[in-house]
């Protein structure tokens, strides 16, 4: 057996001279949930398709379960690949029941109808097989095409962008859903998305992918907290930036002396999260409010230092009751990450205008 249900090694792929997939590494342990994270056009959904089969890789190899499925001389037909994929348009045949979309694809042996009836009671639509696609609402459908793609018990299940068409308190529901029915499958698992919320809260470990390459790959923790560099930061998650000066393990700023994660010496930057940031009303505090926005469960603040620079804080609801001018003392007491300064970016230590 081997140790990896999915491996890919330096797969690359372009379509009319534009890559799309620049020698791409990926490892997937069975039964992992990865999400493949990044924005659109960088080739994420290309990869789903080079792994199952649809395309061809320019370079590289794909293994699913130890067996080389594509390569310089093999290219095995996806049907045979042991790989079920849901599409984000669902893909349903509008003319078949549900029960009859599910059976597409599998085998007229004796146990057909009973994989039909396993796969709807997994997704929890045993009792509407007779229904037709457009009598379900997107939700529904969404687990139709789950339910087909679970039903010939693949090694591998890869879903598209699979929440993208649903409107949010819809999407939050089904994909908690999605998650459980695939861990009860027991099934390895690689969706993508450009939601970092929806790859951070579902997946075993996020492959952070921007313009054909991985940039960084791990637990949704250390991605988050651990950013390879200033793109994968930014793109996780809102994140504030000041100018530092390093000299070890300590970095200082106009905030004052942080402890840094990784060792700088010399000019470069700090990088926090908003929800880092400590923020205590005061009567005379350097800093000032300039924005806030109320969600209930927490408060977004915009802060403006005395250089103009302006800075997130992500504070729970229950906590004061800020205003716009009010003025505010503001700390930082966990560690903190720093980069070199960005090559072509503006001077940092310059206040905003």
Do not use: W
């Not at 598209?160 to 308190?169: G, M, R, T």
């Not at 992500?314 to 009751?321: E, P, Q, V, Y």
């Amino acid at each position: 057996m081997s140790a990896y249900a999915i491996r890919c090694q330096n797969l690359a792929k372009s379509y009319d001279g534009e890559p799309a997939v620049c020698g791409v590494d990926i490892e997937v342990e069975p039964g992992q949930f990865m999400a493949l994270l990044g924005p659109s056009g960088c080739g994420k959904t290309t990869m789903l398709r080079l792994i199952a089969g649809l395309d061809r890789p320019d370079r590289g190899t794909v293994e699913i379960s130890g067996d080389l499925v594509s390569g310089p001389d093999r290219q095995v037909p996806p049907e045979k690949r042991h790989v079920g994929m849901v599409f984000q348009e669902y893909a349903l045949f509008p003319h078949l029941s549900l029960a009859a979309n599910v059976a597409y694809g599998l085998s007229r042996n004796g146990d057909r109808r009973e994989r039909v009836n396993a796969a709807l009671e997994m997704v929890g639509l045993a009792h509407l097989g007779h229904r037709m696609p457009h009598e379900l609402s997107g939700g529904q459908q969404q687990r139709v095409a789950l339910a087909r793609a679970l039903a010939p018990n693949p090694h591998v299940i890869l879903l598209d962008e699979p929440f993208s068409n649903l409107d949010a308190s819809l999407r939050e529901r089904l994909r908690e859903e999605v998650r459980t029915i695939l861990r009860q499958a027991g099934v390895t698992v690689i969706f993508v998305t450009h939601d970092q919320e929806e790859a951070l809260s579902l997946a075993d470990h996020v492959a952070v992918m921007m313009e054909g390459e991985i940039l960084q790959s791990g637990t949704p923790r250390h991605v988050y907290l651990h950013p390879a560099d200033h793109l994968v930061a930014t793109f996780l998650g809102e994140a504030n930036y000041l100018p530092a000066v390093g000299t070890g393990l300590v970095a200082e700023c106009e905030i004052g002396s942080l402890q840094a994660m990784q060792p700088l010496d010399g000019k470069g930057e700090v990088m926090f999260r908003p929800e880092d940031l400590i923020v205590s009303p005061t009567l005379d505090g350097p800093c000032k409010v300039v924005d806030m926005t109320y969600f209930g469960h927490d408060q977004l603040l915009t802060i403006e230092l005395p250089s103009g620079h302006h800075l997130r804080g992500r504070l729970l609801g229950s906590r004061d009751d800020f205003k716009v001018g009010q003025p505010v003392d503001i700390h930082v007491d966990t560690p903190v990450n720093v980069f070199p300064t960005r090559f072509g970016c503006p001077d940092l230590s310059e206040p905003k205008s």
